[in-house]
């Protein structure tokens, strides 16, 4: 049974990734969007006047709120590492190491980066260490 695993492991561990990273492209996209217009909104009040924005702004203040920063910067860092990989792609880079341009350089490298922005986030944000 685990040779049998391991052997459709080894089969299909490449085949969804294009889809995947369409499916991530688009979601991650459309989160940008709706932060796009929040961050609109918040900055909308600074013609209502000072204490409104000072309203505005204090709301983001809780540990949530932190912790959907963090969860942006996850965003915006997919969204940018698989746009460049398209655009690789796009240009004809790496169209036959497409898969693994999505895997190690939009997830892999992307990962690093988000645990380098988002380690201190939490830390001195959320616990405020």
């Known amino acids: 049974m685990k040779l049998y695993l391991r052997e459709a492991v080894r089969k299909y561990r490449w085949q969804f990734s294009g889809m995947v990273a369409w499916l991530i492209q688009r979601v991650t996209g459309l989160l940008l969007l709706f932060y796009l217009f929040l961050h609109v ?5 600074l013609s209502q006047g000072p204490v409104a924005f000072d ?41 036959e190491k497409q898969r693994h341009l999505f895997w190690y350089v939009a997830v892999g490298i992307g990962l690093l980066v988000f645990l380098a922005g988002a380690i201190p986030m939490f830390l001195f944000a959320v616990l405020r260490v």
């Open 41 to 45: 909104e918040t900055i909308s009040k």
């Open 55 to 95: 309203q505005a702004v204090g709301t983001f203040n809780s540990p949530l709120f932190k912790l959907l920063e963090i969860a942006l910067l996850g965003t915006v860092v997919l969204h940018a590492f698989n746009g460049v990989r398209i655009t690789l792609v796009d240009l004809g880079i790496g169209v």
